[in-house]
């Protein structure tokens, strides 16, 4: 039933390691995000993946590699963690050209 | 790009009472604007949107908001809270660049409700 979901919920690492998040959706939507969350609540869009394109990529370090294997998935690869990495992320998806996106319960990351 | 504005960073009331949660956006010719709510510890989940049409735009829990083109707001309102409500409320806009959509965000407005 679930729409978007991400793995996993919790990750707690050392700084200087290499870490996943996956995210996966099964409303066959064509568009698919990474968002971050930083400690204020500000949410900052990082990447958007149309049709397992990259699309849209916001500034992000070149430690953040997302990665698209299908339409379905969008996971998101971070290399070198620093501490101001710890943040919550969120994926989300949507149909091309539709406004609705649809948000994972988040991943909440702390680098320690 | 188009950007929001949350007035308010915490707005606390008490159940039962009304509340009125503001934003303001930068003009724009066409614009789409969202009303997103994340309860503790949760995801976002949407609560409404405006597109077109109607200025008055009803949402999920009791909730709406007017778009209102000269004032540039979007404020979201509801009659009567209850502590269930308590949550931190982001208004969006939608940028569209490079053939994807964007969600740009406001920096949220934290709703405590009170018994």
């Known amino acids: 039933d679930t729409a978007v979901s991400q793995t996993p919920k919790y990750l707690v690492t050392q700084m200087g390691n290499d870490k996943s998040i996956k995210c996966e959706q099964n409303?066959?939507?064509?568009?698919m995000y990474w968002y971050k969350q930083d400690s204020k609540k500000f949410l900052k869009i990082m990447f958007s993946y149309n049709n397992k394109e990259l699309i849209i990529n916001e500034t992000v370090p070149n430690r953040f590699s997302p990665k698209s294997p299908d339409k379905a998935h969008l996971n998101l690869h971070i290399n070198s963690l620093e501490l101001g990495d710890s943040a919550v992320y969120f994926c989300?998806?949507?149909?091309?050209?539709?406004?609705?996106?649809?948000f994972g319960p988040g991943t909440r990351l702390l680098v320690l | 790009a188009q950007s929001v504005t949350q007035l308010d960073s915490q707005v606390p009331v008490f159940e039962e009472a009304p509340v009125e949660l503001r934003c303001n956006y930068s003009s724009s010719v066409s614009v789409y604007l969202f009303w997103y709510v994340q309860y503790p510890n949760q995801g976002l989940q949407l609560l409404l949107k405006y597109l077109s049409g109607s200025t008055l735009v009803k949402g999920i829990n009791g909730f709406e908001a007017e778009f209102n083109k000269s004032q540039t707001s979007f404020h979201l309102r509801k009659p009567s809270v209850h502590i269930s409500d308590t949550a931190e409320y982001f208004c969006?806009?939608?940028?569209?660049?490079?053939?994807?959509?964007?969600?740009?965000f406001g920096k949220g407005t934290k709703l405590t409700v009170n018994p």
């Open positions: 989300a998806s949507s149909r091309q050209n539709q406004e609705t996106q649809y």
């Open positions: 969006a806009v939608r940028n569209y660049q490079g053939g994807s959509e964007k969600l740009v």
């Open positions: 409303l066959g939507h064509d568009t």
